[in-house]
C-alpha cells in the first residue's frame, strides 16, 4: 500500500516554501483532498509574494511562517506554533537549499575555498535539517505513517563524484544524507511509523540552477511542476524499509 493511499485529513509542512520546488509543493498539496492543513516556511516576505498569495486565497488551509533555518530559536518558534494548532504531521518536505548568494558561487577549484562560505554552505544545507528533525520528533511520533524527505543533490553523491568542483555544495549536500541517514536510525526506535529520505530532483528551472543551465540538454532540465510531481511519485511509493535512502527523481537509489 502507498504512503499516499492512507492518507486521510492529513498534515503538511513544506520547508523553503517562497519559490522553486517548495512553492510548488505547497501549490500541489492545495489541490490534494487528503490534505487538512499545510504549513510553509518563507525567510523574507519580499521574495515570498507568490505564496503570501496563495495563503490569502486558502486561508483555511494555509498557513505562511517566516523562518529561517540557520536559526534554531526561530525553528523552535515554529514548531511550538504548528504544535498549538495540531498534534501530527504527515508529510515534511525540506526544499531549503543554497548553492549561490552573492560573492558566495560554487568553487571550481581549491584556491577559491573560503572558510565562510563553507560554514554558510552547511548552515543552511546540513545543519537546519538535521535541527528540523530533532524538533520535530513530537510531531512525528504517532501511529499513522509519516514521510519527513529533504531535497539533497546527486552532486552530494561521493561514489559519483567524477567531476571534481563545487566542494562547500558537494560536501554540505553529503553532510545532508549522512545526518538524516543517522536521523532515520534514531527515529526508527523513537516514531517508527516515520520514513525519512533524500532525494535528488533533477536539473530543475529554478532560481537554484539558472547560472548553470547552458550545458543541460533541454530533456534533462525539468519545470517545477514536473519535478514536484516526479518526486511526489517516488514519495508515493515508499515503504518502512526505504527509511535512511536516498533516491533520485526517477526512483531509483543513488550511491553514497
Known sequence: MSFLEELNNANAFIIGASQGIGLGFVQKLLQDDRFAKIYATYRQPESAADLLTLEGEHPDKLTCLSMDITDESQIIDV??????????????????????????????????????????????????????????????????????????????????NQLGGWYGYRASKAALNMLMRTAAIEYKRTSPKTVIVMLHPGTTDTRLSRPFQANVPPEKLFSVERTVNQLFGVIEQLQDGDSGQFFSWDGSRLPW
Do not use: T, W
Not at 563553507?118 to 546540513?126: A, D, E, P, R
Open 79 to 160: 514548531v511550538q506554533k504548528i504544535s498549538a494548532a495540531v498534534n501530527k504531521l504527515h508529510l515534511v518536505v525540506n526544499c531549503v537549499g543554497l548553492l549561490h548568494e552573492g560573492a558566495l558561487q560554487p568553487e571550481k577549484s581549491l584556491k577559491r575555498i573560503n572558510s565562510e562560505y563553507l560554514m554558510h554552505y552547511f548552515q543552511v544545507n546540513s545543519i537546519g535539517a538535521i535541527l528540523l528533525a530533532k524538533h520535530l520528533l513530537p510531531l512525528f511520533r504517532h501511529h499513522e505513517r509519516s514521510i519527513f524527505a529533504s531535497i539533497s543533490a546527486k552532486v552530494g553523491s561521493i561514489g559519483d
